[in-house]
């Protein structure tokens, strides 16, 4: 069976009419299958992975993510793959201490212990 990747614009043009249309989308496997119609229109033999889906939304439309309990271990951006800065505060003494974690790329923020994400909501 024979596909074709998208390019990037034509994916970032199918995820915000997507989003558009179901005003919110629950999940990434949701996403991923809207795309898929809405690019089989356009050319019955393009397909996209959930992944690239959630990647293209993260910059192109609002993400929420509901963590999960499970800790992430990585120096990178479990939603957009980016480096991740720490959050820093002084402490009484004078010393400083990460108190959490934010992504500057899409706006991840964690506790100290970096919850991985196990929703994403999609949203304009």
Request: aromatic fraction near 6%; hydrophobic fraction near 30%.
């Amino acid at each position: 069976m024979k596909y074709k990747i998208p390019k990037t614009e034509i994916m970032k043009i199918v995820v915000r009419a997507t989003v558009a249309e179901k005003k919110e989308i629950g999940s990434m496997r949701l996403l991923g299958s809207e795309v898929n119609k809405k690019l089989k229109l356009i050319d019955e033999n393009y397909r996209a992975s959930e992944e690239r889906c959630k990647e293209i939304a993260v910059g192109t439309v609002k993400v929420r993510t509901i963590v999960s309990r499970k800790i992430y271990v990585g120096k990178n951006c479990p939603v957009c793959k980016g480096k991740i800065k720490p959050i820093k505060n002084r402490t009484i003494n004078g010393n400083s201490t990460t108190v959490g974690y934010r992504c500057p790329n899409c706006g991840y923020t964690s506790s100290r212990y970096l919850r991985s994400p196990a929703r994403y909501i999609f949203t304009l």
